[in-house]
C-alpha cells in the first residue's frame, strides 16, 4: 500500500502547533528500526494494532536531545507492520542513519476513536469510577502498567483502590459524563475499603 502525501497545509498555525508539542501530548507509535534504501528512507517498525490507520500521518516525532523534534513525510509505503518512509528534505543513507533506534510519536488526537468498553489509558485519568454493587469508588488516579496486568488506581478519599482492568470488570464507559462503570472481583473493593 503507497501513498503519496500531498503538500503540507501552508497554515502558520499548523506549524506552530508542531513545533511546540510536547512528550505529555503525544503517544508512542513505534521505532525507527533501520534505513530502506539509498535515498534516505527509514523504516518504521509500528507498534500499533491497526497500523494502517497512521498512513496518513504528515509528520512524527523523533525524541531528539530530550526535546520532539518534528519530521514532515513525503511518502509512506507499508509492509505489515513496518512503514517505509521518505522524510521531506533526508535525501542520504547518512543523514537517515542518525535516526535508527529512535522512538517515535504522534499527537493524541491522531489516536483512533474507540467505541464501546474500550479505551485508552490516558483517556480514563480523572474519570468516576462506579461498582455495579458498590456505587461511587472515585476518580481514576492512574493507570498502572504491569507486565502482566493493567490496574486502575482509584481513589477513595485517602484510601486506594487497584482494580485490574478485564473485560469482565469494566461494564460500560461513559465518554460524556466520564463515568467507568465496573463489576470488581467478589470481595476486592471491601479489602481496600476496610
Known amino acids: 500500500m503507497i501513498r503519496k502525501v500531498p503538500e503540507l497545509v501552508e497554515e502558520p498555525a499548523y506549524y506552530s502547533e508542531v513545533l511546540n508539542m510536547k512528550k505529555e501530548d503525544c503517544f508512542y507509535l513505534g521505532k525507527i528500526a533501520k534505513t530502506h534504501g539509498l535515498k534516505g528512507e527509514v523504516t518504521l517498525k509500528v507498534e500499533a494494532d491497526d497500523p494502517s490507520a497512521y498512513l496518513e500521518m504528515k509528520h512524527f516525532f523523533l525524541e531528539i536531545n530530550k526535546v520532539l523534534t518534528p519530521f514532515f ?28 533506534g529512535k522512538s517515535v510519536y504522534l499527537p493524541l488526537e491522531m489516536l483512533p ?20 454493587e458498590k456505587g461511587e469508588l472515585g476518580p481514576v488516579s492512574q493507570v498502572l502498567e ?23 470488570v469494566i461494564q460500560k464507559v461513559d465518554r460524556d459524563k466520564k463515568i467507568l462503570t465496573i463489576t470488581a472481583p467478589e470481595g476486592l473493593i471491601d479489602m481496600y475499603l476496610q
Open 73 to 100: 513525510v513525503e511518502k509512506i509505503t507499508m509492509s505489515g507492520d513496518k512503514f517505509f518512509i521518505a522524510i521531506q528534505d533526508m535525501k542520504t543513507i547518512e543523514a537517515a542513519q542518525h535516526l535508527v
Open 146 to 168: 504491569y507486565p502482566t496486568q493493567a490496574i486502575l488506581q482509584v481513589m477513595n478519599d485517602k484510601k486506594e483502590i487497584l482494580i485490574p482492568i478485564l473485560d469482565q
Open 113 to 132: 476513536k474507540l467505541s464501546g468498553k474500550q479505551f485508552y489509558f490516558h483517556e480514563i485519568v480523572g474519570f468516576t469510577v462506579v461498582d455495579t
